[in-house]
Nanobody, 123 residues
Framework: VQLQASGGGLVQAGGSLRLSCAAS????????MGWFRQAPGKEHEFIVG????????FYADSVKGRFTISRDNAKQTVTLQMSSLKPEDTAVYYC?????????????????WGHGTLVTVSS
């Protein structure tokens, strides 16, 4: 398994969750990493990305100010800290590795995907 996401679960609105993505990639430290989510009946939605060196992050407006992404290249992990969760955040969350080192928010720009982890936010 090249990318393994974990940390999903059931949380009440206003609560927090931390998702982790463990990678096993030779090129991990040179690639942008991102998180997407897919709600029932909807397409994949880009929510956040982080550049290869962690210096640049880019968030979708829907999660800006509530979610924080970080990475540890030595441990090959990417963490998504989610707070002030809303019912509309309910989805399967996927971590993915981009083909590129810089800004990437399109699903086709990511060529390696992990299995998702389900986040359910109750009202």
């Amino acid at each position: 398994v090249q990318l393994q996401a974990s940390g999903g679960g059931l949380v009440q609105a206003g609560g927090s969750l931390r998702l982790s993505c463990a990678a096993s990639l030779q090129s991990f430290s040179s690639k942008t990493m991102g998180w997407f989510r897919q709600a029932p009946g909807k397409e994949h939605e880009f929510i956040v990305g982080i550049s290869w060196d962690g210096r640049s992050t880019f968030y979708a407006d829907s999660v800006k100010g509530r979610f924080t992404i970080s990475r540890d290249n030595a441990k090959q992990t990417v963490t998504l800290q989610m707070s002030s969760l809303k019912p509309e955040d309910t989805a399967v969350y996927y971590c993915a590795s981009s083909r590129y080192t810089g800004y990437s928010e399109r699903a086709y720009e990511y060529d390696i995907w992990g299995h998702g982890t389900l986040v359910t936010v109750s009202s």
